[in-house]
């Protein structure tokens, strides 16, 4: 894992956790004697395998650092909301898997930084080849 730093910032990297399935690497780290638990985020593709994911990540991972600084960012393959996305399928048929995840932020006390963001299209971080849909890749870190 390669992570790039400002020099004067004090970092150590400790415990590094990946699951079995690819599906997440999460490592704790302290930045300037603060502590922070990142997790990177890879969701399966097939919307019933997402919910189970969802679901799972919990008791997987997540409850051990309940009480850490979060921040989760990856993958998770599913808009929140239709400004999140242009072309392809609406997000109707992923109501399951968005209200899974809405349960995550919740939970977690999580807060979807692209809320707080522009909603240019322009930093969209994915698109299928043929650019017809757009979609944005999320960073969740605790509130």
Known sequence: MTILFKPK????????VRDKNGRYILSETVIDDLKFIF????????????????RDLPNSVLNSYANES????????????DLDKRGGRTIEHKK?????????????????????????????TWSNPSMKSHRQIRLFPAC
Request: proline share 3%; hydrophobic share 40%; aromatic share 10%.
């Open 39 to 54: 997790v990177n985020i890879y969701a399966p593709n097939d919307q019933a395998q997402q919910v189970k994911f969802l």
């Open 70 to 81: 979060l921040v989760i960012g990856g993958d998770f393959k599913c808009p929140l909301n």
């Open 9 to 16: 910032i004090n970092v150590s990297i400790g415990n590094v």
């Open 96 to 124: 399951i898997v968005i209200q899974e995840m809405n349960n995550l932020m919740k939970t977690y006390d999580l807060i979807d930084t692209w809320q707080f963001k522009s909603r240019n299209m322009q930093g969209c």
